[in-house]
């Protein structure tokens, strides 16, 4: 009900307007011209209205109520004048005129004035009338009856009529219902304007502010649109006053002797008044959103602080948390130095940090400076940020100071230690029998007394007052070494000042003269140590294994060395008393010693070896399972999915690689297994060669570690990373340990060579020496796998070429037989820089290219593929005339040569050996691929094949500079008359035997004797192509272009063999000899499968045409 109620007072409340009663006002029955009394009162004309009589009660009550409201309040408190003109009407419309007004006038009346009807009978009518009638119209205010309009000018001046009054005053009625309406919308816009403005500051004033940064800058960006569309509404607003106010102006400007009516006037002001009310709204409003959005922005900056804040704290909390967690005290020289690089990289990445902690908290002063309306939460946090800046700083300090007194003390450590062994080796290195004599006594004293100084110079003696000093500082375990150090300090020089009075005693006898019993300098030898330990002196354990090892390096003397010293013995005029003393001062029975000390030192370095490997293989695997459990696993956790960077968003497998595959490996097999060996260590190389193919996990790690590289250096700074770290409690990121498994398959060679080392002609010392070349062959395997993965251009699958078995670069020459004469020009003197991949299969040329990343690292290798040749179809020269570092690769019987430059005679040597053992591969694969054959279509075996077999893999084995394993065509005329065909290829790419299409019949067509013994003849003839000089009388001397026949091959290598020309018989090496018939490959095919098909198969060379 209530409601109802303020909506009912709303609308009385609310003033009528002229829109409301648009259409009435059009009617035109009652207007207000702006015409005034002689006194002021306002002017309210009835003019003639035919349907006057017909109006509705409200709509007259309507326009009378709007009409009487529109002048001033002093204005109407004077009375309202209405002139009624009915002169064209009858008397019953002036009595309904006037009863109308009577009933429903609002205003207060001053005069009414009636100009009665024109016609004679109706004025008679209306005089008898309005005195008849006068008090039925209940007017308090005079009725005067007017004749004409100049009677009306006796009561209203002239002026303030209009023109159907006979007036001169100016009244346009559409205009002036235009006019009320724009004034009174404009009223309306102002009052509305004014409502949403307060309304808006209330919401504004209302409004609590967000806790975050973009909630903030939301809540801005909405409020400053709003103010602008309320700018506009007002600015729009003000526009329109301004312009109807403008319009009232130019009506008055028409002519010089126009003035406005009052009731104009009166509209000129509320304009005017409404406009200045705008102005005051809009000045209001402007001050209190200037206030407000101050505090927006103020807390835009405190969120903007904040968050800051906690990002600089975070930072520098994780720093603080691991410079706390750095060591203060390392456990010797390397290790403080260690922690001291580590301090100063973590000084150096904390900086950035500080820099920002110091900045930070100088905004923060800036703020409370600007008089921020939140200052009690500024000042504290900059505080806090300045507390932190300063603890770390101390901290660092104070980890830099101790590290510094630390390294101060391992330092005077080993120097104390250092100094020991060294005297104790001097101590230990004077010979007894050469102090027995006075000079020899005081050299000796000498020497002591001249190292005593030394101990000055080093300042020995600092350690104690160190010591003294940082007491405080250092933990047990260092403390235990100062006072282990200080003790045998204290005993070397005991045993110094013994020694030192011992050597006074010996200087200080006076002793008759003796013929000396020592041998001559001539004939004594120079070797320092070992020399024969006195028996009353035990050297130190380092001076033992410092012997041990240096007498383990000594060679003894070889016999010729012993022989020759015997002979200078005896030109020595001497007697035998002194060759025994030259042996007795050599160490001869002291060297049994020394040779039992070895073993026993020896022992102990397998053993110390095999811990070593154990120890650091418990480590590692360790660290795989931090890895495993505080990285991998963490990726699944939920907790912290939030953390992890988007880039690394199912990336796991490209970060680990097959980790996990290494971990599981080394946990469960190979550590218990070298556990296993703690016993005999030098039985550790079966462990290498039983796991041999399970270390080949590693080549797939190495191969993908540079895209984990790559996706590292992408996401490596997410707090993610150092979350994990953090919990593990690591000291280093987790690409460090991530980079271990490639360091630790290049350190397990290392430690079966030191094993190897002091391993020899013990148990185990093959498999030790076989594990070594397994492990280089490993990491060999591994290097040319990284190689391999970069390779770009090639269109096949290089998984399908074998295994890959070189790489390398190297110069490239290359040469032609059918023209390409300008290209062989070019090439003898521009060699092509290229990178070889040799492949079971194939053979790989490509160029290397460097390729700049983005300056994390040094440029990387890429190859893109020129060139190939297919290892069926390839031949080897090993020596190229005019260097040794060449040798030559040809392709379809020389038709294509390649001259390849190695960078040294040891990567050629193991080039040509391993192209060699591809070749002879391929060549044992054809020969049991024939055999394979024959077995299964004749079940028969022929002797001159296996002949011609035999022969040819003694070629094939031997080592010819020149001839090596070719695959050149035959002579036209050879292929024509044999009919050599390609048989031999699918062999030599292991396909399946039952590719080779043969029968029975067609073997038959080949196997007369003729044909065999043509063949035979062939394959046993060779040309001389080096002139070879004989060296014994069994040699035969050849000369360049012989041709010779093989007999057969002796035991030491060499061949017996048959000069055809003069008929001589000798042995000769087979590196001199050059097969006359063909090239190996193909006379081995050409022998193994049978003539007869060469009518259906194509030859070599339409193979070679279509290889290439």
Not at 256 to 283: F, K, Y
Not at 307 to 320: A, C, I, N, T
Not at 921 to 929: D, F, T, V
Not at 956 to 974: A, I, K, L, Q, V
Request: proline share 4%.
């Amino acid at each position: 009900m209530g409601s109802v109620m303020y909506e009912i007072m709303q609308q009385e409340i609310r003033p009528l307007l002229a829109v409301d009663i648009i259409e009435q006002l059009h009617r035109q029955f009652a207007l207000l011209s702006g015409g005034r009394g002689k006194d002021g009162a306002p002017i309210i004309t009835f003019p003639e209205y035919s349907g006057f009589g017909d109006l509705v009660a409200e709509d007259f009550q309507n326009v009378v109520t709007y009409l009487t409201s529109i002048p001033s309040l002093d204005a109407a408190s004077i009375g309202f004048v209405i002139i009624i003109d009915r002169r064209r009407d009858k008397w019953s419309s002036v009595k309904a005129s006037l009863t109308r007004i009577a009933g429903a006038f609002p205003g207060n009346l001053q005069l009414v004035l009636v100009l009665r009807p024109s016609r004679f009978f109706q004025r008679a009518i209306a005089d008898i009338g309005i005195k008849l009638h006068r008090d039925d119209f209940k007017m308090k205010v005079p009725i005067v009856m007017l004749n004409s309009l100049s009677d009306l000018y006796g009561y209203v001046d002239k002026g303030q009529l209009t023109c159907e009054l006979g007036g001169n005053l100016d009244y346009c009625h559409s205009q002036w219902i235009h006019r009320r309406t724009a004034i009174e919308n404009f009223a309306v816009t102002v009052k509305t304007t004014a409502q949403m403005l307060q309304k808006f500051g209330t919401d504004l004033a209302e409004t609590e502010l967000p806790n975050d940064v973009q909630c903030t800058k939301d809540l801005l960006t909405t409020h400053t649109e709003k103010h602008d569309k309320l700018k506009d509404e007002l600015k729009l607003a003000m526009k329109q006053g301004t312009t109807l106010l403008g319009c009232i102006k130019e009506q008055a400007a028409k002519s010089e002797n126009h003035q406005l009516n009052p009731d104009e006037m009166e509209n000129h002001t509320t304009v005017e008044r409404l406009l200045a009310q705008l102005d005051e709204t809009e000045n209001a409003f402007e001050q209190f959103w200037s206030k407000h959005h101050l505090k927006l922005e103020q807390c835009l900056q405190l969120r903007h602080f904040e968050h800051d804040f906690r990002e600089v704290k975070v930072s520098l909390d994780s720093r603080m948390a691991t410079l706390t967690a750095l060591s203060d005290i390392g456990d010797c020289v390397t290790l403080v130095e260690m922690l001291l690089k580590d301090l100063k990289t973590l000084e150096e990445k904390a900086q950035e940090s500080l820099e920002k902690a110091q900045l930070h908290a100088l905004h923060g002063d800036q703020l409370i400076q600007s008089n921020h309306y939140s200052v009690d939460s500024i000042r504290p946090k900059c505080v806090e940020l300045r507390r932190i800046c300063d603890d770390f700083t101390n901290e660092a300090q104070k980890k830099y100071d101790v590290l510094s007194k630390s390294r101060q003390i391992h330092k005077g450590i080993d120097k104390v230690n250092q100094w020991c062994e060294s005297g104790v080796y001097l101590l230990a290195s004077q010979a007894v029998d050469k102090c027995q004599s006075q000079e020899g006594a005081e050299a000796a004293l000498q020497d002591i007394e001249k190292f005593l100084e030394t101990a000055k110079e080093n300042q020995l003696s600092d350690l104690k007052n160190i010591h003294n000093q940082y007491e405080l500082v250092l933990n047990v375990e260092v403390k235990a070494n100062v006072q282990k150090a200080l003790k045998r300090l204290d005993d070397v020089q005991e045993m110094f000042e013994k020694r030192q009075v011992s050597l006074k005693k010996l200087s200080a006898k006076q002793t008759r003269p003796v013929q000396p019993v020592a041998p001559r300098p001539e004939s004594s030898p120079k070797r320092p140590v070992p020399h024969k330990t006195p028996r009353t002196t035990c050297p130190a354990p380092a001076l033992s294994r410092r012997i041990s090892e240096s007498s383990s390096a000594t060679k003894q003397p070889t016999e010729a060395e012993l022989a020759k010293r015997k002979n200078v013995s005896r030109k020595v005029k001497g007697s035998l008393k002194i060759e025994v003393m030259h042996e007795a001062s050599q160490g001869g029975s002291s060297h049994v010693l020394v040779t039992n000390e070895t073993e026993e030192s020896l022992s102990n370095r397998r053993r110390h070896i095999m811990n070593e490997l154990i120890e650091t293989e418990r480590l590692y695997v360790e660290e795989l399972q931090s890895i495993m459990e505080g990285y991998a696993a963490e990726l699944d956790n939920t907790e912290l999915s939030p953390l992890i960077p988007a880039a690394l968003e199912n990336k796991k497998d490209v970060l680990f690689g097959n980790l996990p595959e290494i971990y599981e490996f080394h946990n469960r097999t190979f550590f218990k297994e070298l556990e296993n060996c703690m016993e005999r260590p030098e039985l550790v190389g079966t462990c290498f060669l039983k796991r041999k193919e399970e270390l080949q996990i590693y080549e797939k790690y190495c191969q993908n570690k540079p895209r984990s590289e790559a996706l590292w250096r992408q996401c490596g700074d997410s707090l993610f990373f150092q979350e994990c770290q953090k919990k593990l409690d690591h000291k280093l990121s987790l690409d460090a340990y991530l980079l271990k498994p490639v360091q630790r398959i290049t350190k397990y060679q290392l430690m079966v060579k030191e094993m190897l080392k002091c391993s020899k002609n013990q148990e185990g010392t093959a498999e030790l020496e076989e594990a070594l070349a397994t492990m280089l062959d490993i990491i060999k395997s591994v290097n040319d796998s990284m190689h391999q993965i970069a390779i770009t251009g090639f269109e096949g699958n290089l998984s399908e070429l074998g295994k890959l078995l070189m790489q390398g670069s190297f110069n490239v020459w290359t040469d032609h037989k059918k023209g390409h004469s300008k290209v062989k020009d070019l090439a003898r003197f521009k060699p092509m820089q290229r990178h070889l991949f040799l492949y079971n299969k194939m053979l790989l040329f490509c160029k290397k290219r460097e390729e700049t990343t983005d300056g994390h690292e040094k440029p990387s290798a890429s190859y893109g593929f020129k060139h190939s040749l297919k290892m069926s179809a390839v031949g080897i020269t090993e020596n190229v005339k005019g260097d040794i570092k060449k040798f030559e690769i040809w392709y379809n019987g020389r038709e294509e040569v390649y001259i390849i430059q190695a960078p040294s005679m040891d990567v050629k040597n193991m080039w040509v050996s391993e192209i060699r053992k591809v070749l002879t591969g391929q060549l044992e694969a054809c020969r049991e691929a024939s055999q394979l054959h024959q077995k299964i279509t004749e079940n028969v075996y022929h002797a001159p094949m296996r002949n011609i077999r035999k022969m040819a893999l003694r070629q094939s084995d031997s080592s010819s500079p020149e001839t090596g394993f070719r695959r050149s065509n035959p002579s036209p005329n050879m292929r024509q008359k044999r009919g050599w065909t390609q048989r031999c290829l699918p062999s030599m790419d292991t396909e399946d035997f039952e590719t080779i299409h043969s029968s029975a019949e067609e073997l038959s067509n080949s196997s007369d004797g003729e044909d065999e013994s043509s063949n035979k003849n062939d394959h046993d003839r060779f040309r001389v192509q080096l002139t070879y000089e004989s060296r014994t009388a069994q040699d035969l001397s050849l000369e360049s272009g012989d041709l010779v026949q093989f007999l057969e091959e002796a035991e030491d290598g060499h061949w017996l063999v048959k000069n055809l020309i003069p008929q001589k018989t000798g042995l000769v090496p087979p590196s001199v000899l050059q097969t006359a018939a063909g090239d190996i490959f193909s006379d081995m095919c050409t022998a193994a499968l049978s003539d007869s098909e060469e009518n259906e198969n194509p030859t070599w060379g339409d193979v070679s045409q279509d290889s290439r």
